[in-house]
T-cell receptor, first 114, second 110 residues
């Protein structure tokens, strides 16, 4: 058990809709990272938060946004959903050394857009 | 050219064999993560390397900074090692971005 909790495990929704994915990091970890894994693109970094502030941005679409709350949990909001947004979304957390610390991954949220 | 390249893409081994998965990366990458993804989808971090060699159980990871190359070795492989192994290169500093390889699908047969 990594200590990182992601909810929900599965999400099925229609095109045009908006969803929120939630991540609770491992206790004590300040960094939260979001990744998207699709069949054609593999794993891609979306965005990182550190102690409530955005730290780095990757290939995140403008329709997607994220935030990290004072209790350090994070939410990834996906709006105006398209079929191509269907993917596994992973959250990971790490200690104060960021990527120079081990990463702890959640079990992912499988999003299906129909 | 991809920033992180893995080989082979697929690997089938017999139980007990010594396995090597290779990862080459571009200039600018300062550290490497090795990850394991099981068929159920969950990802486990195996190693983070910025120099030298690390060992955990039957797994060994090495990195050669000059050659921009890393290897993941599995000794005495077992069917439970069957998974996708992914290397990911870190652009540190202000960029702070992880670039993933395409993964190596390993099947260890009994």
């Amino acid at each position: 058990d990594s200590g990182v909790t992601q909810t929900p495990k599965h999400l099925i929704t229609a095109t045009g809709q908006r969803v929120t994915l939630r991540c609770s990091p491992r206790s004590g970890d300040l960094s939260v990272y979001w990744y998207q894994q699709s069949l054609d693109q593999g794993l891609q970094f979306l965005i990182q938060y550190y102690n409530g502030e955005e730290r780095a941005k990757g290939n995140i679409l403008e329709r997607f946004s994220a935030q990290q709350f004072p209790d350090l949990h994070s939410e990834l909001n996906l709006s105006s959903l398209e079929l191509g947004d269907s993917a596994l979304y992973f959250c990971a957390s790490s200690g104060h050394q960021g990527y120079y610390s081990p990463l702890h991954f959640g079990n992912g949220t499988r999003l299906t857009v129909t | 050219k991809n920033e992180v390249e893995q080989s082979p893409q697929n690997l089938t081994a017999q139980e007990g064999e010594f396995i090597t998965i290779n990862c080459s990366y571009s200039v600018g990458i300062s550290a490497l993560h090795w990850l394991q993804q099981h068929p159920g989808g969950g990802i486990v971090s195996l190693f983070m390397l910025s120099s030298g060699k690390k060992k955990h159980g039957r797994l060994i990871a090495t990195i050669n900074i000059q050659e921009k190359h890393s290897s993941l070795h599995i000794t005495a492989s077992h069917p439970r090692d069957s998974a996708v192994y992914i290397c990911a290169g870190l652009y540190g500093g202000a960029t702070n971005k992880l670039i993933f390889g395409t993964g190596t699908l390993l099947a260890v047969q009994p």
